[in-house]
């Protein structure tokens, strides 16, 4: 596996997704995805791809009526394989599990989902259950390092020049610096635990169960 790094590319062969990812910080207090819909966005205050412990976390846009990186993360299943190119080189991941979130429940969970500690993984996530108006829950997929092989080099990404198509909904992940978090629509807690600024919110994709308690989808 090559070494741990700043994400430059994702790629995801079952959803045919092959984006440039770029660096979003939370140090204003929420984590927004690149305007162009077809970019993602790489927490840099977190764990970089490839990191022996924590979470890497790349969020993106969940548009509903289609042209975002995420539209159909939701349909990944344990055994996917997810392709981040770094300057080293590519890794190689393995999907885990995906969990769909209340707003409520993402925000008390947000520290784990965002930890610096643990087995390195990589956590992507995107808005879900649109209402017409607003994303009411958040999906999360957990992914795993692949170790015991070489992983083969895919094709770069094309850099965008511009915006494609700015989604009409904005995902956001939101930090709770210092008071309890207010769950809101389309908004992801992230509490602050420092200088890094330690997130633990997400966008979600997945169609959840009513978006009131989290649907745990073993993959």
Known sequence: M???????EV??????????????????????PPDDPQVLGWW???????????SAVVTGHTVHTGGGAFDHL?????GDTIRVRTDAGWIGYVVQRSRVYSTATLARDAASIFTLQGPGRLVLI???????????????????????EPFVNGPKATPTK???????????IPFAPSTPFTPQPTRTPVPNNGPSANPTGIAGNTEPSGGVTPTEKPF
Do not use: H, M, W
């Open 11 to 32: 790629q995801v062969p079952r959803l045919k997704v092959d984006s440039q990812v770029v660096p979003i910080s939370g140090q204003t207090g929420e984590l927004l």
């Open 44 to 54: 840099q205050e977190g764990r970089g791809a490839g990191a022996e412990n924590g």
């Open 74 to 78: 939701g349909e990944l299943v344990a």
């Open 126 to 148: 995107t808005c879900s259950d649109f209402n017409g108006s607003v994303y009411l829950s958040n999906s999360v997929v957990y992914a795993v390092p692949v170790t015991d």
């Open 162 to 172: 511009k915006p494609t198509k700015k989604p009409t909904e904005q995902p956001r």
């Open 2 to 8: 090559a070494s741990a790094g700043d994400p430059l």
